[in-house]
């Protein structure tokens, strides 16, 4: 019998990314600007993709130089986890 029958399906980077950029684009405080995106004219994200995961910076606060804070993503729960992370600190830094 096939063990795999209720594994996952594969993590597919690429299109999670694109999918992931669509959400980021519906947070009205980031503006994308290349491969970064930034808050009131600081950067505060950084993404890329390859090998089969996304690798998010992802800064602590935003500054000229942040201090980042590095995020692999290799599933869509990790991808989840990010979209959740950056709307709670868009709220914390808002408020600030």
């Avoid at 390859?50 to 602590?60: F, H, N, P, S």
């Amino acid at each position: 019998m096939d063990n795999d029958f209720f594994a996952p399906p594969p993590f597919k980077a690429e299109e999670a990314l694109v999918q992931l950029k669509r959400a980021l684009r519906d947070l009205r405080a980031l503006t994308e600007r290349g491969t970064g995106w930034s808050f009131e004219n600081q950067e505060v994200l950084q993404l890329a993709a390859g090998d089969g995961q996304i690798t998010a910076k992802l800064a602590k606060k935003p500054a000229r130089s942040p201090d980042w804070e590095t995020r692999v993503c290799r599933n869509a729960a990790d991808v989840r986890k990010l979209q959740d992370d950056l709307k709670r600190r868009l709220a914390q830094w808002a408020e600030e």
